[in-house]
């Protein structure tokens, strides 16, 4: 902690805010197609060696710092403003260095024409895997007609809330006593979920009819009970920065919620009634989640992968052969260490594959050839191939 301190002293005495200004500003104004020329390198590398060390174990995520081991935001203005720093001096590194590598793989022709991302870009939903793609406003609807019905199934709904869930109980678990209301929330919110999907595989339950109405039944439940215990667990959540990344997933889930909130859930209207009204789930979400709905894409990572996160990454751009039959999109993320490199490789993989499905979806023309690189320093540059696709290491240097 003592090294740190002195480390973080020497860092805020060199003035590394104003440092960012000038370097990114720099950046930034120079011609798009011009490389980084060797002196700005010089320049600027010196700063990323310094940089590197403060900020291990670090990313950004949704604009937010967060600890990749335990996952939590860090509030610390420095270390944030540090972090857009080397990410943004880093960036400056990377077309030269794609040119390079793909000057060697056959495609070197920079697709200028096509949209290049030189910021950090979350993938949350399918406009912005669409944009990224150029896929066409007529294709667009093509993706969203053949998604809906497949990920907005009802088991695929309950597993998604069941997932988030899940992840902030053990999270809680984990804190101390201040957490007692959400997590008693949480518990009632599974509890609600339990009884939803819950049967007795030896009981008749095809042949349950629905009760008579003068029976002592407790009314109906309905999805608006739970939407309300959603409300409340943000509430009580919402304040608390380590919690940032699952109050913004329930925010996301409730768009779906208030699509359905009317659809009954109870067990006791009788097996036929219940299984149209699972079915009502399922029209619902498919009519009413649009292209741009943050829903809809985290139940399309749900169905993919049983995962709830979305995928990050800090460069995008587009290269083409000679040809001009094949397309090349490159995929990338900026590492602050390499012991980073085996789980940004896999969150990397699932960005691909969701790009390649879009793709598919959209009945795209063009061969589509989707790489993954990741720079760090002081790593050798190497590439493999993992799942079927190909991924580059790149270590950052003059």
């Not at 600890?67 to 030269?96: C, G, I």
């Not at 001009?324 to 699932?350: A, Q």
């Amino acid at each position: 902690m003592k090294a740190f301190r002195l480390v973080r002293s020497h860092f805020k005495s060199t003035g590394v805010v104003h440092l960012n200004a000038m370097l990114y500003h720099s950046f930034s104004t120079e011609p798009q197609s011009d490389p980084q020329s060797s002196e700005w390198r010089e320049r600027a590398l010196p700063t990323l060696i310094k940089l590197t060390p403060l900020l291990k174990h670090l990313d950004l995520i949704n604009g937010r710092l967060v600890n990749l081991h335990n996952k939590r935001t860090v509030n610390d203005e420095f270390l944030l403003q540090s972090m857009r720093t080397f990410k943004s001096l880093a960036t400056a590194f990377l077309e030269y260095q794609l040119q390079q590598q793909l000057s060697t793989t056959g495609t070197p022709c920079l697709c200028v024409d096509k949209p290049i991302y030189k910021e950090p870009l979350a993938l949350n939903s399918l406009k912005k895997v669409c944009d990224i793609l150029d896929v066409s406003a007529q294709q667009r609807k093509l993706v969203r007609l053949a998604i809906c019905p497949q990920v907005t199934q009802h088991q695929i709904w309950i597993g998604a809330l069941e997932e988030i869930l899940n992840q902030l109980k053990y999270e809680m678990s984990l804190k101390d006593y201040k957490y007692i209301m959400p997590k008693q929330i949480v518990v009632n919110c599974l509890k609600f979920l339990d009884d939803v999907v819950s049967y007795d595989p030896e009981s008749t339950s095809w042949m349950r009819l629905a009760p008579k109405k003068d029976t002592n039944f407790p009314p109906s439940a309905k999805w608006e009970d739970f939407l309300e215990m959603f409300n409340d667990l943000i509430s009580c959540l919402k304040h608390d920065e380590e919690f940032f990344f699952y109050v913004t997933k329930l925010e996301t889930m409730k768009e779906g919620l208030f699509q359905i909130k009317d659809v009954l859930v109870d067990k006791n209207i009788g097996y036929k009634e219940a299984k149209h009204q699972q079915s009502l789930v399922q029209k619902k979400l498919t009519k009413f989640l649009g292209h741009s709905s943050r829903c809809l894409f985290t139940l399309l990572l749900y169905y993919l992968y049983g995962s709830i996160r979305d995928i990050e990454v800090d460069i995008c751009c587009w290269f083409s052969d000679v040809s001009g039959d094949k397309c090349c999109l490159c995929i990338g993320k900026i590492l602050t260490g390499e012991n980073m490199l085996r789980g940004e490789v896999k969150k990397l993989d699932r960005g691909i594959r969701v790009i390649k499905f879009v793709y598919e979806m959209a009945e795209m023309k063009e061969i589509l050839e989707v790489q993954g690189h990741l720079w760090c320093l002081g790593c050798e540059n190497r590439s493999f191939v993992y799942r079927g696709n190909k991924f580059f290491i790149h270590g950052i240097s003059l």
